[in-house]
């Protein structure tokens, strides 16, 4: 095995969790993908050096097994001058294909898949034998990975900063635990009709109980605007 597994260590000093900014791309009827999943691209050329900027600028870059399955994405930075982050897959029963560019393109090493014990053995060996880190960590309710413990056990690792870059599955679990205080998201003059909706069922059902953006800004990028701002919850959840 050349890669590390790990599983959280108990007790001891905890560090500050890394500050989560969500970012993506959607269209003006607020889908990231098409209905049949393609994303490629939403966004104009200036927004996606925007998007690798942030990659560059936080410590990791975090996806859910969706996005990889779907897309295939190297999460490196390319069309900017920047370090690559480290590559997080979160992905309960280790799908991620052994193929994918995140465990095949010569730097898995920085790549680490956060899966739960239902990630069998040999994938897991597999993923180790290319040189990922696999961090084996407890379920949530629905039997997914458990997003709290996920980034605590990133801050023990250094990770100061991290960037969620999707897919819609992923933003909605952050949002819903409360695990996200930026949001950056680049909305293209284009409508889709159907699709994949960018935020999931967050159970609100009364305006007054919105998650709201505050210290919001925008900014064209060629023809696509990029709204940012910190988030605010509601006092009490949904
Ligand atoms: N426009 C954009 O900016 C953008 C960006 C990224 C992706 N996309 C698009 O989004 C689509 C993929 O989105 P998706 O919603 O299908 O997949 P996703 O959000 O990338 O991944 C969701 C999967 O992650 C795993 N997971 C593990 N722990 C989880 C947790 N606590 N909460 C949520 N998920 C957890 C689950 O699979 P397991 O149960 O197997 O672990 C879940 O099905 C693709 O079509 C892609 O093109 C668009």
Redesign the pocket.
């Known amino acids: 095995m050349i890669g590390e597994e790990h599983r959280p260590s108990a007790g001891g000093d905890r560090q500050a969790r890394p500050a989560v900014t969500v970012?993506?791309?959607?269209t003006l009827d607020g889908r990231?993908?098409t209905a049949t999943?393609?994303?490629?691209w939403?966004?104009c050329p200036d927004s996606l050096r925007f998007a690798h900027e942030m990659r560059a600028g936080n410590d990791a870059v975090l996806?859910?097994?969706?996005?990889?399955c779907?897309?295939d994405?190297r999460l490196t930075v390319r069309h900017v001058e920047g370090t690559n982050p480290l590559r997080v897959v979160?992905?309960?029963?280790l799908?991620t294909p052994p193929d994918s560019a995140v465990l095949a393109d010569g730097a898995a090493t920085g790549t680490l898949l956060a899966v739960t014990e239902r990630a069998p053995t040999e994938r897991r060996e597999r993923a180790l034998s290319s040189g990922a880190t696999v961090l084996i960590l407890p379920s949530?309710p629905?039997?997914?990975?458990?997003?709290k413990t996920l980034l605590d056990e990133l801050a023990a690792l250094g990770v100061g900063s991290v960037m969620v870059?999707?897919?819609?599955?992923?933003?909605?679990?952050f949002l819903r635990a409360r695990l996200v205080d930026r949001l950056a998201v680049?909305i293209a003059p284009k409508v889709l009709g159907s699709g994949?909706e960018?935020i999931g069922d967050l159970g609100i059902r009364d305006l007054s109980r919105s998650i709201t953006l505050a210290d919001a800004a925008v900014e064209p990028y060629g023809v696509d605007l990029i709204l940012s701002g910190r988030i605010e919850y509601p006092d009490e959840p949904a």
């Open positions: 970012s993506y791309a959607q990231v993908a999943g393609q994303s490629k939403i966004s996806v859910g097994a969706g996005t990889v779907k897309d994405p979160v992905d309960s029963a799908r949530d629905y039997g997914r990975v458990d997003l870059e999707g897919g819609a599955t992923m933003i909605t679990s680049c994949i960018a």
